[in-house]
């Protein structure tokens, strides 16, 4: 090595600290602190894990990040198996209550446990990303976000049965909250009259692969003054031109894959009245 050149390992503890913000929890907890005694002093920091997010991680028996979250276990008694449940203990725990932004994995590898836990764990969070949920785990959810007083986006996988009741809450214990994205959900008239009524500072809304007519989405438009993105991607129930666009004045207003009318907007009202949809 030339004379001079610092190696990475020498580096302050509060630069390492700086890079590693950077990192995924992943390489974060199975990388980084593998190295050497100083990277793992540093990746112990809970700066370090403001940012927990769990969406690519691949958290199979077999995937390699599972081999590699081993050997960082491994002087455990007993070694942990690895699960998500597990990982995220670890994240948590790690972050020591100062996350901010957390976003669980799609699919059903999460539950409303996990939900609860963060509630009870990470009490800063401004950004989440929910898993999805059954019908009956949604019920406790705004019991849940009552807890985020410092919440200012959530998203969704789909509109939640007790959509009005969550959004109540957000508006009564979230006082910075200006982005909300979900899909798979009708937006009804009630429900646009109560989003401008209940959330008017919303910046960012977006749906997608769900269902709004153009007056409910004039609703919102007008309602929500400070609205400069709207999305809604391959969803039912109405079309904008190039001009009306123009018109709207937003910073976005995307609507790729939306049409007034398909095949399956019969099936998809059919599927909402299922599920109990306003």
């Known amino acids: 090595m030339e004379e001079g050149r610092r190696r990475w390992e020498d580096l302050e503890t509060d630069c390492l600290v700086k890079v590693f913000e950077r990192l995924g929890v992943d390489d974060l907890a ?3 602190s593998l190295v050497c005694k100083s990277w793992r002093r540093a990746s112990l920091s809970p700066e370090c894990w403001k940012i927990l997010n769990f969406q690519r991680i691949d958290f199979t028996p077999w995937g ?3 081999s590699r979250f081993k050997n960082q276990m491994k002087a455990a008694s007993p070694p942990p198996r690895l699960s998500f449940r597990a990982f995220l203990e670890f994240a948590v725990r790690r972050s ?11 699919g059903c590898m999460a539950n409303i446990d996990d939900v609860v836990h963060v509630a009870d764990e990470c009490p800063r969070l401004e950004v989440l990303v929910l898993p999805k949920l059954s019908p ?3 019920e406790r959810m705004p019991g849940l976000v009552a807890k985020w007083s410092h919440l200012r986006c959530l998203e969704m996988a789909r509109k939640p049965c007790c959509f009005l009741e969550l959004l109540t809450q957000i508006s009564l214990n979230c006082r910075s909250f200006e982005v909300l994205k979900m899909s798979v959900g009708r937006i009804s008239k009630e429900v646009a009259l109560t989003i401008a009524s209940l959330v008017p ?3 960012h809304f977006g749906l997608s692969n769900g269902y709004i007519c153009r007056a409910e989405m ?3 438009l007008e309602g929500c003054r400070e609205l400069r993105i709207f999305e809604a991607v391959n969803c039912i129930g109405f079309a904008v031109d190039e001009e009306s666009k123009k018109a709207l004045g937003m910073e976005l207003f995307d609507c790729r894959g939306s049409k007034l009318w398909t095949p399956r907007s019969q099936e998809f009202s059919a599927y909402c009245f ?5």
């Open 64 to 66: 390699s990040f599972a």
């Open 201 to 203: 500072r919303l910046k």
């Open 96 to 106: 020591q209550r100062s996350a901010v932004q957390l976003a669980f994995p799609s």
């Open 30 to 32: 199975a990388g980084a």
């Open 274 to 278: 299922r599920i109990g949809e306003v």
């Open 218 to 220: 004039m609703v919102m």
């Open 136 to 138: 009956e785990e949604e």
